[in-house]
């Protein structure tokens, strides 16, 4: 029988490899360095913090970011988006008690635990998200059509990293500008300098 202490290193060390090879997969395909952050993105726990860069320069404001946030807002996304982180802490604080109290593990273990299943968890949190992001897009594409929509998603290519799919759904609340257009022009948008 393995112990749960061992289980929880191979499980963080699983982690360690498995964010290396996303990140390494992410230099090779953006050409872009990651910097000190890249680094801290493999450390466990402390990756939970890191921030996410997401912009090169502040998007401009346009009819169709204002559009955007407004379906955000009439389809009461930001409410259910804190329900649901609402509903997911309280999940945590129910498995970090029953890990704390029932296994009878020590404090800093039953972090770690809950460091590994957050880590699922966050992905789906952030298709949620994702999915209330193109909601908020289609809302503004009905008011504004396919001409300007475009024409937006292309200059918020020009602010954005373009970060990988696989990169994003891990780390950001936000689907890139490529997923996005994909969604809602049905092709990709990128950046002219690209
Ligand atoms: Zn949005």
Redesign the pocket.
């Given at each position: 029988m393995i112990s749960l202490g061992a289980m929880l290193v191979f499980c963080l060390a699983l982690e360690f490899v498995a964010r290396l090879v996303l990140e390494i997969r992410e230099r090779r395909l953006t050409q872009l360095h990651g910097g000190m952050f890249a680094l801290l993105r493999l450390i466990p726990l402390v990756n939970d913090i890191v921030p996410l860069p997401e912009n090169r320069r502040e998007p401009l404001e346009n009819e169709f970011v204002k559009l955007?946030e407004e379906g955000?807002a009439s389809l009461r996304h930001g409410i259910l988006r804190n329900l649901a982180k609402v509903a997911l802490l309280l999940l945590a604080v129910w498995l970090l008690a029953f890990l704390f109290a029932s296994r009878g593990l020590s404090l800093i273990e039953a972090i770690l635990w809950l460091h590994l299943a957050a880590i699922p968890v966050r992905i789906v949190f952030h298709l949620y998200c994702w999915h209330q992001?193109y909601e908020?897009d289609r809302y503004a594409f009905d008011k504004l059509g396919k001409k300007k929509a475009k024409a937006a998603m292309r200059d918020l290519a020009e602010c954005e990293i373009p970060y990988t799919k696989l990169f994003a759904v891990v780390y950001r609340e936000h689907p890139t500008v490529v997923i996005r257009s994909l969604k809602i022009l049905n092709k990709e948008i990128k950046p002219e300098s690209n």
């Amino acid at each position: 029988m393995i112990s749960l202490g061992a289980m929880l290193v191979f499980c963080l060390a699983l982690e360690f490899v498995a964010r290396l090879v996303l990140e390494i997969r992410e230099r090779r395909l953006t050409q872009l360095h990651g910097g000190m952050f890249a680094l801290l993105r493999l450390i466990p726990l402390v990756n939970d913090i890191v921030p996410l860069p997401e912009n090169r320069r502040e998007p401009l404001e346009n009819e169709f970011v204002k559009l955007h946030e407004e379906g955000h807002a009439s389809l009461r996304h930001g409410i259910l988006r804190n329900l649901a982180k609402v509903a997911l802490l309280l999940l945590a604080v129910w498995l970090l008690a029953f890990l704390f109290a029932s296994r009878g593990l020590s404090l800093i273990e039953a972090i770690l635990w809950l460091h590994l299943a957050a880590i699922p968890v966050r992905i789906v949190f952030h298709l949620y998200c994702w999915h209330q992001e193109y909601e908020a897009d289609r809302y503004a594409f009905d008011k504004l059509g396919k001409k300007k929509a475009k024409a937006a998603m292309r200059d918020l290519a020009e602010c954005e990293i373009p970060y990988t799919k696989l990169f994003a759904v891990v780390y950001r609340e936000h689907p890139t500008v490529v997923i996005r257009s994909l969604k809602i022009l049905n092709k990709e948008i990128k950046p002219e300098s690209n």
